[in-house]
Structure formats: C-alpha cells, structure tokens
C-alpha cells in the first residue's frame, strides 16, 4: 500500500512540477516583454527628445552633450557621425571605440528610421538595450543612441520563480496532506481485504473484511467475506464428516488395517492395539511386512496384492495370557480404472465364539459319555437275560434291579439336562413371591435329615428365624437341596455338615460348611461346569452328573446373588451365597398397609 501511495504523490507531483514550470516560462515571457515593450517605449521617446536637443545646436562639443543627457536621463548615451564613428560616448573613451555601424540597432536605424536590440555589452559587461534614432547635423545623417541596463527584467524574473517556488512548496504540502488521507481513506479497505485474503489463505476460514462502502473495494469485501463464509462452512462439514468417521472407526469393536499399494499401512484404528497387543499408531507408514509379526496375516495380505480378491482367515494370536482367535477378513480397493489402490483388512475377535464351540463339543462329548454308560449296561444284562440268565429267577431279579437302578440313573441325568436347558434359556423366568427363606430351609434339612443318618453324619443348622425373600421358593429350595446333598456325599463317615441362615447388610446368607473331603485351589474354579466332578469315578460311585453345581449357580445368578466357595483338601468346604432381600417388595408393602 506504501507503494501505491508514494505512486501517486510522484505522479502528482510531476504534474504540477510540469504545470507549475510552464506557468513560469509563460508569465516569465510575458513580463519581460511587457516590460522591454515599456521600456522600449520611454528610451524612444528620450532618444527622439535627445536627437531633437542635438540637431538644434550649433557648435559640436558632443562629449559633453552626450554627458549632459546622461546625467539627466540616467542612461548611456552614444553619439555617431555620417561615417559612424563614436563622437560622444558617457561609459568609455570614444577614440577606443571602433565604427558601430555593425550594430543590430544602428542597421536597423539607418534602414527604417530607428532601431532597438537587447544585447550584452562588452563596455559594460551587462546586459543593456540599446535604442538608436537618426538626426541631422549640417546636413549629414548623425545618430544618436541610448540604452540602459534591463538587469531588473533579472530581477523580476527572480521574483516570479521565487514565487512559483514557493507556491510549489506550499502546495506540495497541501497535496501530501490530502494525498496521505485519501489513499488512507482509498487503501485501508483494500488493506483490510488483503489482509482476510492472506488470513484465508493461511487457512483460518473464520476471518472477516469489514468495511460498508458501495464502491467497487465494498464490492470486493463482500465478495471476499462470501467467499470465506462459503470455504468455512464447507471445512466445517468436511470437518465433522472426517470426525464421525474417525470415531467410527475407532470405537469400532473391530480391527481395521489399511495398506496402500506400496504396502505401506496407512491407517490403523485404536482397536488394533489390541488385537496385536502393540502400540501400533506407530506402525503408520511401515511396511506391513516389517511392522507385523503374524506370518498368517502377512501371506494373507500377499495372497489379496496378488489375486486382488477377497479372502479371510481365521488367525491365532498369542496374547499374554491365552491364545486368541481373529477372524481376518481382506479385500482389495480398486480405484475408479479398477487399479489396485491398496487393501483393506477386517479383524475379528472370535475367541469368545471359539469357547462357546469348544463348550458344546465338550458338552455333546461328555452326554454321550455320560449316556453310553447306562445304556451299555442296561443292553449288556438284557442280552444276558435273553442269553437264557432269565430262567434263573434269583439272577434275573438281580440283573433287573441294575437295569432298573441304570435307567433311573439315566433319568436323572435327562431330567438335570432338561432342568438346565430350561434354566439357560434366554427367555427362563422365576415365579416370583415373597417368602420366608427361614422355613424353607428348615424344609429341605427335614428332606435329607435320613440321607444324614444312613451315613452317620451330623446335621446341624443355625438359622435365624423371619429372613423373607423375594424369589422363586421351589428354585432356592433346590439350591439348597443340591449343596447339602453334596456336602452330605462328599464327606466320610462320622463327619459334620452345618447349614446357616442370617441376614448381613441387606442380604440374606445362606452357608453349608461340611469337614469333608475339601477341593483342592486347581479344581475349585472349574467346579460349576457343566459335568465336571474332581473325582470322577467317586462320584459316578455316588450317582452324581457333575450338573448339580452348574444349575445351582445359574439359579442363584437369576436371583442376582453371588456364590463364594472355601475349601481345603481333606478339611472341609463352605458354600456361602448371599442374595439380595428385595427392597423394592418391602417398599411396596410399606406404601400399601
Ligand atoms: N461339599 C463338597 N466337598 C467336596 N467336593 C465337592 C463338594 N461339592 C461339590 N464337590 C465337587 O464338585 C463336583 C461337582 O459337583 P456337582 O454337584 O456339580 O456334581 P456331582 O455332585 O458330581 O453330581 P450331581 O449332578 O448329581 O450333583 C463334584 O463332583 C465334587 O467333586
Ligand atoms: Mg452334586
């Protein structure tokens, strides 16, 4: 802007230099001859007097004639004769002067009667004009010539540059002071859009041009602010496009890997810092084959770079602690020409899947198991009995009484597996009241007190009386079933089981500690599965599936309670299960009496 200002005081400048400058010269000119007109004029009418004076004397003493003029009229004054020789001379010795019929005025005196020239005189080293007239003396032709000095046409000359000098100076001042407000007026908005422009330019679309003006900056102001209204608010959508995408991605419960065609990995979602256990933001722009350890996945991403097709795999890693399985799913990105862009790649953790497989192949394994047993048996003695053991009655009867304890068996166990099958179905309910723990359990000790006495154990049972719940009272009371009758099985001759109830923040306790044969700590985790039992050939022994435990813990689950279990080997075992007494029953009962 500096630049377009300085422009235009030069350009301003040079043209009243110019103007100024020829005003000069033509009032120069027009003064000077105004004033050698008028100057012209008063030495012609002297000289005619002078030459009048001189035709009228009568002796010729024109030294002192010439004197005598000059001092009246205060100029040089000049005498020749017919042959043009000075004869009377006020400025010089007149022998020393040579014939002046050579000069300009003289010539042109002799030709028209009078004459004038404005010359520089050597005599007098100045510039003087000299006016010559023709007068008669005892019949020849003299002349007579004045001139004087025009050094003031000098001085007036002086006068007028000195005011045009001066006139320039003051306008100069005059011009930079409404130049300086003009431009500031004409170039702060241009200033202004500049200044937007640049910061648009930097990429801060937020910035603004002010200025309201309605001549062709306003226009570009306007223009400049639409524009960066316009650029913003298409960043800003870009903006919020690019993060709903990148939080997709990265909340995504997937891993996603991007390579491009070089076989740099491109992108890489947080998920993925799991799946590889790495910190893998610092993979970005790594070479998949040098960032990644899983030879697997590296012949799967070759195997899509070559046939650019898609494919999957399923992959196991080595976490820390386990062995997981991904699902890899890879499939080439094709650009627009069908160009091979780069590939994209999908992991899935499939682990939890890969154990709910394990788990029924196991199951499916362990109740054929669990089956063939009894079913075996059952046709081994019934081939016997047909073989002809049937017309021994006292064997018959004996065989049939196995056969007879094996199908039981094998009903039980169907009846467990049923029992559980309804248990873990999604849509299992409990039929819900209120009632009085305390007795139930009272019930079920009453159940199993025989079972107690047939192996000479001690039952005993510390319960507090009037601990309600709400809950499914034939459920809890199986529950408790299930623990005693284990601790009852589980523990030798002459041992102890006690059962307690009592109440304990807010939840109902229940304990069946027995001094039995205890669970060692590698068995005690595993012991709510489906079919598992430590030893299984005791237990077989003792009628028991291995199911007991897994529908007791499913139960107290949908009782929102929690199971704990302590136990030493050849010391004892305490189930504890704490259930919530439902507060919102006790709520409800309270607002209604
Ligand atoms: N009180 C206990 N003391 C020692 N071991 C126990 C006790 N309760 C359970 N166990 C162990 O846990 C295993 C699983 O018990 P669970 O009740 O599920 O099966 P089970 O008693 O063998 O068969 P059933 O399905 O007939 O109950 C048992 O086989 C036994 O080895
Ligand atoms: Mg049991």
Redesign the pocket.
């Known amino acids: 802007m500096k630049r377009f200002r300085t422009r235009l005081i030069v350009a301003l400048m040079a043209i009243i230099l110019i103007v100024l400058t020829v005003v000069g010269l033509v009032i120069g000119q027009i003064v000077r001859s105004l004033y050698v007109e008028e100057l012209e004029n008063s030495l012609e009418r002297e000289a005619n007097l002078s030459a009048s004076i001189a035709e009228e004397r009568e002796e010729g003493n024109w030294e002192a004639l010439a004197q005598n003029i000059s001092s009246q009229l205060d100029v040089r004054v000049t005498i020749l004769n017919e042959t043009g020789e000075v004869i009377g001379e006020t400025e010089a010795e007149s022998e020393e002067l040579d014939n002046h019929f050579g000069r300009p005025e003289i010539e042109e005196a002799r030709e028209s009667g009078k004459g004038s020239n404005i010359r520089y005189s050597n005599t007098l080293e100045a510039e003087l004009l000299y006016y010559a007239v023709p007068f008669s003396y005892e019949n020849y032709t003299y002349y007579m010539r004045l001139a004087i000095p025009v050094e003031r046409i000098n001085a007036i000359n002086w006068l007028i540059w000195g005011t045009l000098i001066g006139c320039f100076g003051v306008a100069l001042l005059i011009i930079l002071y409404i130049t300086t407000k003009v431009t500031n007026q004409l170039t702060k908005p241009i200033t202004q859009a500049t200044k937007t422009a640049n910061e648009l330019a930097k990429g801060n679309f937020s910035a603004r041009a002010y200025g309201s003006a309605q001549d062709e900056v306003g226009q570009l102001t306007r223009s400049i602010n639409v524009l960066a209204f316009n650029l913003e608010s298409v960043t800003k959508e870009n903006q919020e496009q690019q993060e709903r995408l990148e939080t997709l991605i990265n909340t995504m419960e997937s891993g996603l890997v991007f390579i491009n065609s070089r076989g740099e990995i491109t992108l890489m979602n947080a998920y993925c810092s799991r799946v590889f256990e790495e910190d893998t933001s610092e993979w970005l722009n790594l070479l998949y084959y040098e960032a990644m350890d899983e030879k697997e996945i590296i012949k799967l991403i070759q195997k899509i770079f070559l046939t650019e097709s898609r494919t999957s795999a399923t992959v196991q890693m080595l976490h820390e602690l386990e062995v997981r399985f991904f699902h890899v799913y890879g499939a080439p990105v094709l650009g627009e020409n069908e160009e091979l862009r780069g590939i994209v790649l999908v992991l899935h953790d499939i682990t939890e899947l890969k154990k709910l497989e394990e788990v029924r192949k196991d199951f499916v394994a362990n109740v054929s198991h669990e089956l063939k047993t009894p079913v075996t048996s059952v046709k081994g003695f019934t081939e016997t009995l047909l073989d002809g053991a049937m017309h021994d009655e006292a064997l018959s009867r004996q065989f049939l009484e196995i056969m007879w304890k094996e199908s039981d068996r094998l009903q039980?166990l169907i009846s467990?597996l049923l029992e559980l099958s309804r248990i873990e179905q999604d849509y299992f309910e409990l039929n819900r009241t209120r009632f009085d723990m305390s007795s139930t359990i009272t019930e079920a000790l009453r159940l199993l007190e025989s079972k107690a006495i047939d192996k000479h154990l001690l039952l005993t049972s510390r319960i507090d009386t009037g601990i309600y719940m709400d809950g499914d009272e034939a459920r809890i009371k199986q529950i408790i079933i299930?623990?005693i009758?284990?601790?009852i099985?589980?523990?030798k001759e002459g041992g102890e089981v006690q059962v307690r109830l009592f109440e304990e923040a807010e939840e109902a306790v229940l304990e069946?500690e027995?001094n039995?044969?205890?669970?060692s700590p590698e068995?005690l985790p595993r012991?709510?599965e489906r079919f598992?039992?430590?030893?299984?050939a005791?237990?077989?022994g003792?009628?028991?599936?291995?199911?007991?435990?897994?529908?007791?813990k499913h139960l107290t689950d949908a009782h929102g309670g929690r199971i704990e279990v302590h136990?030493r080997k050849n010391e004892?075992?305490t189930?504890t299960l704490r259930f919530p007494k439902s507060r919102n029953m006790e709520e409800e009962e309270f607002t209604n009496s």
């Open positions: 039980d467990d299930n623990l009758n284990n601790a099985i589980y523990t069946v027995d039995g044969i205890g669970i068995q012991i709510f598992y039992r430590v030893d299984k005791r237990s077989r003792s009628g028991g599936t291995g199911l007991g435990l897994a529908i007791v136990s004892g075992t189930f």
